[in-house]
């Protein structure tokens, strides 16, 4: 299918591994120019690389942190005009809901809430003035169903959520769509690092704590970066206008609710 974007241009933060590269990946191949962002540079200019090399895009790579003010800044100068924001930031750390002091929360409010909103303000106004734009935040399947050791995510996922379903609703009428993304386990860094901690947890090898995470998804496996980069790319298309305030859930069916 012709996504019907060829030539557009996309921000893509944190987009050197994971979810957010899928993202990238699948935007280049339907023709769009990239502005790419992750802390370290080296695996950032890889990624860059290899999609220059496989689908002829201009890619635009900018190492920072995208938590924070500076850093935002200089994604933003390179990217300013884009047609398409995708916000990623890697997720907080997890443990107990009695653990986190105020420092905590604020971090991850900035890293997964704050942070969102001020990409979509710095860029809605450009959007609105073309009379197109397409907004997608990669979230959680915690906004759907909470994760009890993941209470940071909870929180500030929940926050950004409430603030994309009003504001979709006022972008609407100018041709710009916003929706959220809500990975349940995907085959990433990420999922190794939670894995990882479930190992220690319980003594068991990395094998038997991926199958029996696995097990508790209907589909029986993880999810990967390609089938979620698929999803944003059609959420990024012509042909998704219509689809307004979605929280769209790609979890292999893990969360066990009816809507
Ligand atoms: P990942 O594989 O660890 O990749 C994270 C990417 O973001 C890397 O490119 C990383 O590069 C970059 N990054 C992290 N923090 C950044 C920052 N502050 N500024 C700029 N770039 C940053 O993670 P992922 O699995 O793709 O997860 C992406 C998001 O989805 C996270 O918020 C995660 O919590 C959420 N999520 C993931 C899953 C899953 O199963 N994978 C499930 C639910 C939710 P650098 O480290 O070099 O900056």
Redesign the pocket.
């Known amino acids: 299918m012709d996504l019907g974007i060829k030539g557009k241009t996309a921000l893509v933060?944190?987009?050197?591994?994971?979810?957010?590269?899928?993202c990238a990946e699948a935007l280049a191949a339907a023709g769009v120019n990239l502005v790419l962002?992750?802390?370290?540079a080296e695996?950032?200019e890889t990624?860059a690389a290899v999609i220059r090399a496989a689908h002829g895009v201009q890619v635009t790579t900018v190492?920072?942190?995208?938590?924070?003010e500076k850093?935002r800044a200089r994604v933003l100068a390179a990217a300013a005009g884009a047609d398409i924001l995708v916000t990623?930031?890697?997720?907080?750390p997890p443990g107990l809901w009695s653990d986190w002091s105020r420092d905590d929360f604020i971090r991850a409010l900035d890293?997964?809430m704050l942070?969102p909103i001020a990409l979509m303000q710095a860029l809605l106004p450009g959007m609105i003035g073309r009379k197109w734009g397409r907004v997608v935040n990669?979230?959680?399947?915690?906004v759907k169903g909470p994760i009890a050791q993941?209470g940071l995510?909870n929180a500030a996922r929940a926050g950004l959520t409430g603030f994309v379903a009003g504001t979709s609703r006022q972008v609407a009428e100018h041709g710009v769509t916003i929706n959220n993304m809500?990975?349940?386990?995907?085959?990433?860094?990420?999922?190794t690092?939670?894995d990882s901690g479930v190992i220690k947890a319980k003594g068991i090898t990395m094998d038997q704590a991926r199958a029996e995470r696995a097990a508790t998804i209907p589909a029986r496996r993880?999810?990967t970066?390609a089938e979620f980069g698929a999803m944003c790319a059609f959420l990024c298309s012509a042909h998704a206008g219509f689809i307004v305030g979605q929280n769209i859930l790609l979890d292999g069916g893990a969360t066990n609710v009816t809507l």
């Open positions: 933060t944190a987009s050197s591994k994971g979810l957010g590269r899928g962002n992750a802390r370290g695996a950032l990624t190492a920072g942190d995208i938590t924070t850093g990623n930031a890697g997720g907080p890293a997964n942070t990669i979230t959680s399947q915690s993941l995510s809500l990975p349940g386990i995907h085959d990433t860094d990420r999922a690092a939670l993880y999810g970066s």
